[in-house]
């Protein structure tokens, strides 16, 4: 039964977290390494291997770290301009700002959310040394044109590919695509998670080491090798390290690769269940006063569907975002909303004279943009009230 209205309580997201997650976590608990340890080198195996391509893959303590230390790993530094979408979440800038470079926001399309690359061009000046793409809700930017921008350009590439996991452009996974790197998130709301948790993605060893190093104190071997493969040969003595610059503590524990080894494994069969309600969605709130997300229009093309954000159309409804999150949420359906734009937000707004009129279609989706509920676990019965609850709300509120 799904209860009355007042009783339901369907959430935005909910991680889906097995047996065998829960295992493998009391394993390391028992085991008496908790710290970057077996588990992480064994999850950041699993997801180099994922990936393929040559891919080598550095598990970090959250996407904004890993995006930060590929940022630094790349020597962005003061006097630097970075290229961002503007309808991202804060982190994605954040980390331009972390090293001392100045985010410089771009206008993103119409259809799929994702970063222009039509804007890229007169955006770029002598100082811009990179370009972060977003792939918005889980669907690939137009890479092919971004990077062959950037290296007109001599731009470094680094994709925030928080949303992106299963994501294929033409074929290929993102995080084997031709960037510099690629960072995914593993926060509770992602398509996988580990609790708090990220994966730097590179085929190039440099930044692959420079992170490696970075993420741990700026020493040249991590703990674990140090008191034990170092002790078994005999090379140097275990307490033995070096220091080769100031590093940051971003290192993903044992605990958390323990829940990502597991989730990893699902990550296809996650991307399936979400796909089918997202395809549900489509064909149930077709004929509503709603601008659907963007889809696929070929087999070469992949969404990992983390998120399914619709946008009230003005045109055909009066009905404002924030009553229409009001309505499903009186029904027991929570949502959010992707994203609240730079430009509105006082620090970035401020500090860079960022003008709303500057952004026309990210202050337009912003206006009509909400994320409904779709997570791998969602019931049959939550599927089928956010859909009457939608539609209800919609029919009640066309022009
Ligand atoms: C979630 C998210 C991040 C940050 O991920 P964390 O792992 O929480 O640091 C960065 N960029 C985008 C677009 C995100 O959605």
Request: proline share 6%.
């Amino acid at each position: 039964m799904s209860g009355t209205p007042s009783q339901r309580n369907i959430p935005f997201s909910r991680p889906e977290i097995g047996q065998a997650e829960i295992d493998e976590v009391i394993a390391v608990l028992r085991s008496g390494w908790l710290t970057t340890g077996p588990k992480a080198r064994e999850f950041e195996a699993s997801f180099a291997d994922l990936l393929g391509g040559g891919v080598i893959t550095a598990a970090v303590n959250s996407a904004t770290a890993g995006l930060h230390l590929a940022l630094e790993a790349l020597g962005i530094g003061p006097g630097d301009e970075v290229i961002v979408p503007v309808y991202t979440f804060t982190a994605t800038a954040a980390v331009v700002c972390y090293l001392g470079a100045t985010p410089v926001f771009v206008d993103i399309e119409e259809d799929s959310l994702n970063l222009d690359p039509g804007l890229l061009e007169r955006a770029i000046t002598p100082r811009t040394k990179a370009i972060i793409p977003v792939h918005f809700a889980g669907f690939a930017c137009r890479m092919d044109e971004i990077i062959a921008i950037a290296r007109k350009n001599n731009l470094f590439v680094v994709e925030d590919a928080a949303h992106a996991l299963p994501t294929r452009y033409k074929g290929r996974l993102v995080g084997s695509l031709d960037s510099d790197a690629a960072v995914f998130s593993f926060y509770a709301n992602k398509t996988m998670t580990t609790g708090e948790g990220g994966m730097i993605a590179t085929r190039n060893p440099d930044i692959a080491k420079r992170c490696k190093i970075m993420r741990l104190h700026g020493i040249d071997q991590a703990a674990f090798e140090r008191y034990y493969e170092r002790y078994r040969t005999q090379e140097k003595p275990p307490w033995f390290y070096q220091v080769v610059a100031p590093g940051f503590k971003y290192n993903m524990t044992d605990l958390a690769a323990a829940i990502g080894i597991h989730q990893l494994k699902k990550i296809n069969d996650f991307r399936s269940a979400r796909e089918a309600i997202a395809q549900r969605y489509m064909a149930a709130f077709a004929d509503l006063p709603l601008i659907l997300p963007k889809t696929c229009d070929g087999p070469d093309c992949q969404h990992a569907w983390h998120l399914y954000a619709v946008r009230l159309d003005g045109e055909r409804t009066s009905l404002p975002r924030d009553r229409f999150i009001d309505l499903l949420r009186a029904d027991g359906i929570g949502s959010s909303v992707h994203f609240i734009p730079m430009f509105l937000h006082p620090f970035w707004r401020e500090t860079f004279s960022l003008k709303t009129e500057d952004f026309p279609v990210a202050d337009k989706a912003f206006q009509g943009v909400v994320s409904l509920p779709l997570f791998s676990a969602m019931k049959e019965d939550e599927i089928e009230a956010v859909i009457a609850t939608v539609r209800k709300v919609c029919g009640e509120h066309g022009k």
